[in-house]
């Protein structure tokens, strides 16, 4: 509003004022008229926060019409993104550590250290310019460079050979439907996710069996850092502000990376394949989730027992914040929160459920069908049913999804009745594949 | 989560072993040495905008108030409202999520954010309040 000609002012709790400030400063505002109300605002009675209007609003009057920016410039902008500086420090690798910690260019894991020839080696893996920026990464704005990516890469433990993963990785994060900022400064536990499918799998050695999200995966784990990396030390987005992450997740350490276990898929169609993409391409695709849950399954043997117990944790993954009769192809709105969902199944759990479901297209709309609960289930205003419905109660069912394309499935892990249900983060509004390119 | 300090236990072990004359050496006896390394932050990249000029008076000027949907920002902007009508009677006040619901919303892009933008240019404000709640 303010850029264009009309003057604001923007209430904000005391908790997320930082936040409100860092903002600014990204879309190129110095400073704003902000009114701090105590937190919360939320979850307190009318008569609580009607004071609250009474106690702010002599400022809010006198911002009306006296406020003055307290500056006029963002410090920092104008600098060229290439080269990098380079930085000369005297000590010993826990003291280099602890300089980086204290700079905010670490997560607190001890890192390599990117020296200028480990960089130049890393820039071997890819023929882009280091100078090419392919991301202004926000909340703080700062210039992704290519050169950057190597040196994060690096710093991350990933090799050369890397390096086209890497930039894949980034083009899926950087994407508008992606909405980095929200996802790495909301109260919530959201998780970056990224799904890896084609020949790179066995070329790195990328991990899709035993232990996919565990330890010993150097390629998923090097990727899983770097993503956090440019999240926090590019984008700024450390905690506690300007992310404000209630918990946090240790995802915000390595992002969550599945290989697909092509092999393992009773479908035979890998997930990038069921996108459009060839079997000879490598894929990275990606989405913004919340913290996944897991179904452990021994028990059921018919196909449709299982893809039960699979839609009860879909149908209550992320509560709360999920919408009823939710559209993928509809936008963020409070009618439309969390309106896809990725369903990793382990491959014994994918042969039970093939047995009697040949298709995807059939087990996604079969999870269209039963993932539903109560109208009482869903927080307010959050479930707002169509007409179509008439009339109902609180113990009506209501569907969470409507469309087969809002489930998707990804075969992956090693032996074992087990698969994880990752909801996606609400204002995520789909998933983005992009091919590696070489 | 981001971990508090994990290297301050090893700097408070290093400022030790410098009092024990091992100036150079850290807690498994390595050496201090010269480092070069690479800046990983970016400089950044951000586009100024000049904010907007104040009205010298409320009187008589149109007051925009938009509610993002979260819990209890349509309360606090209507005891707002209320306070208005007491302190500034000329003034009018719009409550932008009574008048099109279709702005009650975080936005989640640039492009909802330009529209719901463009809805409240279209209502000629002199002053627009915003509530974030939480």
């Known amino acids: ?76 902008v104008g600098k060229p993104p290439y080269p990098a500086e380079r930085v000369r420090f005297k000590g010993t690798y826990e003291a280099l550590n602890t300089m980086f910690y204290d700079r905010n260019w670490s997560l607190g894991l001890p890192i390599l250290p990117p020296t200028p020839e480990a960089v130049a080696a890393m820039l071997k893996g890819t023929s882009r310019k280091p100078e090419e920026v392919v991301w202004v990464v926000p909340p703080r704005m700062g210039q992704l460079t290519v050169e950057l990516v190597a040196a994060l890469g690096y710093m991350a433990g990933a090799r050369p050979e890397h390096m086209p993963l890497l930039l894949a990785a980034v083009k899926v994060l950087s994407h508008p439907d992606f909405d980095w900022r929200g996802a790495t400064t909301t109260t919530g536990c959201s998780v970056p996710v990224l799904v890896i499918n084609g020949p790179i799998l066995d070329e790195l050695g990328v991990g899709y069996s035993t232990g996919v999200l565990g330890g010993r995966q150097p390629v998923n784990i090097a990727l899983g850092v770097f993503v956090n990396l440019v999240g926090d030390i590019v984008g700024g987005s450390i905690q506690p502000d300007p992310d404000k992450s209630t918990h946090g997740t240790r995802a915000d350490l390595a992002a969550v990376v599945f290989g697909e276990n092509e092999k393992a898929n009773p479908w035979k169609q890998s997930y990038a394949v069921e996108k459009g993409f060839k079997p000879t391409e490598s894929v990275v695709s990606g989405f913004a989730a919340y913290n996944g849950n897991n179904n452990t399954d021994h028990s059921s043997v018919k196909s449709t027992e299982l893809l039960n117990t699979l839609a009860i944790g879909i149908t209550g993954a992320a509560s709360g914040v999920t919408s009823c009769f939710t559209r993928y192809d509809k936008g963020y709105g409070n009618d439309n929160k969390v309106k896809y969902v990725f369903v990793f199944l382990g491959p014994e759990h994918a042969d039970t ?86 | 989560m981001r971990p508090k300090n994990p290297y301050r236990v090893f700097g408070v072990a ?18 201090a040495q010269e480092w070069e390394v690479i800046n990983p932050a970016g400089t950044i990249a951000i586009k100024g905008i000049n904010p907007a ?66 809805v409240i240019k279209g209502l000629k404000p002199d002053l627009v309040i915003g509530s974030q709640a939480d």
Not at chain 1, 25 to 41: C, N, Q, R, Y
Not at chain 1, 356 to 375: G, I, L, R
């Open chain 2, 53 to 118: 000029p104040r009205p010298a008076t409320l009187d008589g000027k149109t007051i925009v108030l938009r509610w993002n949907s979260k819990h209890n920002g349509d309360n606090y902007l209507n005891r707002i409202a209320e306070l208005f009508a007491e302190k500034v009677p000329s003034a009018r006040v719009v409550k932008l999520y009574e008048i099109d619901k279709s702005t009650i919303r975080t936005s989640g892009s640039n492009q909802e954010s330009a529209r719901i933008a463009g």
């Open chain 2, 14 to 31: 290093a400022l030790l072993a410098a009092f024990l004359a091992l100036p150079v050496a850290g807690l498994a006896g390595e050496a």
């Open chain 1, 1 to 76: 509003m303010e850029e264009l000609g009309i003057p604001t002012i923007t209430v904000t709790t005391n908790a997320f004022l930082s936040l409100s400030r860092a903002t600014l400063t990204s879309i190129g505002l110095p400073d704003m008229a902000l009114v701090e109300a105590a937190h919360p605002m939320g979850m307190v009675s009318l008569e609580e926060i009607r004071a609250q209007a009474d106690k702010t609003f002599p400022e809010v009057l006198k911002l009306a019409t006296q406020w003055k920016p307290a500056r006029t410039e963002i410090p920092g």
């Open chain 1, 353 to 438: 459920i093939y047995r009697e479901f040949p298709t995807k297209k059939a087990v996604q709309e079969y999870f269209v069908k039963k993932c539903a609960a109560p109208y009482w289930t869903y927080a307010p205003t959050l479930c707002t049913p169509p007409k179509e419905l008439g009339p109902y109660h609180e113990n009506t069912m209501m569907p969470r999804f409507t469309q087969a394309e809002q489930i998707h499935i990804v075969v992956t892990g090693g032996p074992g009745k087990q698969s994880l249900i990752f909801p996606s983060f609400p204002t995520n509004n789909r998933v983005v594949s992009v091919v590696v390119e070489k």
